[in-house]
């Protein structure tokens, strides 16, 4: 049955405000108002469908007026959540010990004496409302009236204010607008009317304040400039956030700069902020906006490896590396590792920032970083050369191999990669050589002998100039042979001719002079010709003359190329066959033989006319 003078609800009341304010008028706490009309506390704060509809025909509500309370009325929603103004928040965002009111409103509601205070108070929704810190209408700040855990207890607004009426009517304020801000007046506005003219209109606000007040949380704890201010936070991240994802990107963006620190990462450069989207809002898809936002930040600003997991999603590819990371991934220390990307250019050298803080694009590094992790000193070079660390420095003199960074950077200076590149164009189209054959020449010392660089040689091969051949199962450079013969040729006005040195050391007598000793006997022939090179007169050995040394002479080493014996087994056979080395007049000539000699004994002779 209706009551016979319901109070009228005023504006922003919701249905246990108006329920309460009858109560108040009869000078009954509500819950003796309700069990008098039957009605259950408990259930219309749970806001129980049957008991609205019972209230709502007691208080002689029609449906519009009782949707508009309705909406004013704080709904529990399964789980954490409850609905208030049409939008969803999560429960401790309306629910709390703590009750809130303005005392201005509570007064200026009290317009008779015939009436109890409690009967005319009226407690406006919103202010239940943790995002709301003020209100509008006075410009002052909400005050907390009283806390009380127990919710029966709690929300017994009649008997509260029967209770505080006498402080609430003779404690007056004056009225103030330095609290008052644009979030305050955006969400006052948003929460009546459910108009949104700012960028945040796609968002709860649930989630839209909460951002707001942690961004400007953020932002005055790293700007000192806007702390002084004195403006409040809610405020600081409203007009931000209000200008959309750029304005908000960019101040995320400052945030992440101003941790600069050497242990400084993403939860100390956004705080609590990072916090809420990272934990407390984890499983709310409504902040993934917000998320996606920080989460691109994150990306461009710290370096995070592949399948790090950023605020719920895992990451595919790495974006940004630092320096500590990079050294990880080179296997160098931090410092080497800085030293060699300033060389690189990858990273300038003014950029003072430590090295964990220090970031750049991963992607475009990465062919400098697989080479960084390849580098090794020149002993590991000659080594997979095949050759002495003299020899493969001598190539590195001739510019065969350039150091990739100086040695004041790193004692890892070379490519091993530079050793596979040079082995693949040495050898294409080359045949193998099955055995060693002096017509073959090792490039190093085939280059020597023509006194043309190392480096012209390899140019000359790259070119197709020279042919080349590649002892069997080796790989190694002293492997490449060519003709001595090609190789004289590639040096200008030099006579084609091997000089008396250089024929001694194709068949072994290199040593001790012995070549210019058979000449200057008489046992050999030359010719004296002008080297345009050098400027000077050298002894050389045309075709003819060397073909006269192999008419009469043979040495070791042409005996092991035309026998594949060893040089000591040859040796034995020979001395024991009672054969001896070639003298004449007392002079000694070295490991050279007469063929005559050679050829009594029970050798391969068609190898040895072959040699």
């Not at 009283?146 to 003779?170: T, V």
Request: proline fraction near 5%; glycine fraction near 6%.
């Amino acid at each position: 049955m209706p009551l016979l003078s319901p109070p009228t609800p005023k504006p922003r009341e919701g249905l246990v405000s108006l329920v309460s304010r009858a109560a108040g008028e009869r000078k009954l706490s509500i819950g003796n108002f309700c069990n008098e009309l039957g009605l259950s506390f408990k259930k219309l704060l749970q806001h129980d469908e049957k008991q609205f509809a019972i209230a709502a025909e007691i208080l002689g509500l029609n449906s519009t007026t009782l949707a508009e309370v309705r909406t004013w009325s704080v709904q529990p929603q399964p789980g954490v959540h409850a609905r208030f103004r049409n939008e969803t928040y999560v429960s401790r965002a309306l629910i709390n010990p703590v009750i809130r009111g303005c005392p201005s409103c509570l007064r200026g509601n009290v317009t008779s004496e015939l009436m109890p205070p409690q009967g005319q108070m009226a407690m406006q929704g919103h202010w239940q409302l943790r995002y709301v810190e003020v209100c509008v209408q006075h410009r002052q700040p909400l005050e907390p009236l009283w806390k009380i855990a127990a919710p029966l207890a709690r929300n017994d607004y009649a008997s509260q204010l029967q209770r505080l009426a006498n402080e609430l009517m003779s404690n007056v304020q004056v009225q103030s607008d330095q609290n008052l801000t644009d979030y305050d007046r955006w969400l006052d506005k948003r929460l009546s009317t459910g108009v949104d003219e700012t960028q945040l209109s796609s968002f709860d606000i649930d989630t839209a304040a909460t951002f707001c007040n942690l961004l400007g949380a953020e932002v005055i704890r790293t700007n000192p400039e806007v702390a002084t201010s004195g403006a409040p936070s809610r405020a600081i991240g409203f007009d931000i956030a209000r200008r959309g994802p750029r304005e908000v990107t960019q101040a995320l963006k400052e945030l992440a700069l101003d941790a600069s620190g050497p242990q400084d990462g993403m939860r100390r450069a956004f705080g609590h902020l990072h916090r809420w989207l990272a934990h407390d809002a984890a499983q709310d898809p409504r902040c993934d906006p917000y998320r996606d936002l920080l989460r691109e930040v994150i990306l461009d600003t710290f370096e995070m490896p592949a399948s790090a997991v950023i605020l719920g999603k895992e990451i595919k590819k790495r974006r940004l590396h630092s320096v500590f990371s990079a050294s990880a991934e080179m296997g160098r220390s931090p410092a080497v590792t800085r030293r060699y990307l300033e060389h690189a250019g990858i990273i300038s050298k003014d950029d003072t920032r430590p090295h964990k803080r220090l970031t750049f694009e991963a992607e475009s590094a990465a062919p400098a970083l697989s080479r960084g992790k390849r580098l090794v000193m020149a002993k590991e070079m000659a080594k997979r050369l095949g050759t002495s660390t003299e020899q493969f420095e001598t190539l590195a003199g001739q510019g065969v191999f350039v150091p990739v960074c100086p040695l004041s950077i790193s004692k890892f200076q070379w490519d091993v990669e530079d050793v596979e590149k040079l082995f693949a164009s040495l050898t294409i189209g080359a045949t193998s050589l099955m055995v060693e054959d002096e017509n073959w020449q090792p490039l190093g010392a085939a280059a020597r002998r023509a006194r043309i660089d190392v480096s012209e040689a390899i140019d000359a091969i790259r070119n197709r100039k020279l042919e080349v051949r590649v002892l069997e199962g080796e790989r190694s450079y002293s492997a490449i042979r060519v003709r001595q013969d090609d190789m004289n040729e590639l040096c200008p006005g030099r006579p084609a001719h091997p000089t008396l040195s250089e024929f001694g050391e194709m068949v072994g007598l290199q040593k001790n002079g012995m070549m210019n000793a058979l000449f200057e006997g008489g046992h050999i022939s030359a010719e004296r010709l002008l080297n345009p090179a050098t400027r000077r007169f050298g002894l050389y050995m045309n075709k003819e003359d060397q073909a006269k040394f192999h008419a009469r002479f043979t040495t070791l080493k042409l005996l092991s190329l035309g026998t594949g014996l060893e040089s000591r087994e040859l040796v034995e056979r020979i001395r024991s066959a009672g054969v001896r080395q070639f003298r004449q007049g007392g002079m000694e000539f070295g490991k050279v033989y007469l063929l005559q000699d050679i050829q009594r004994i029970e050798l391969d002779i068609d190898a040895l006319d072959r040699a």
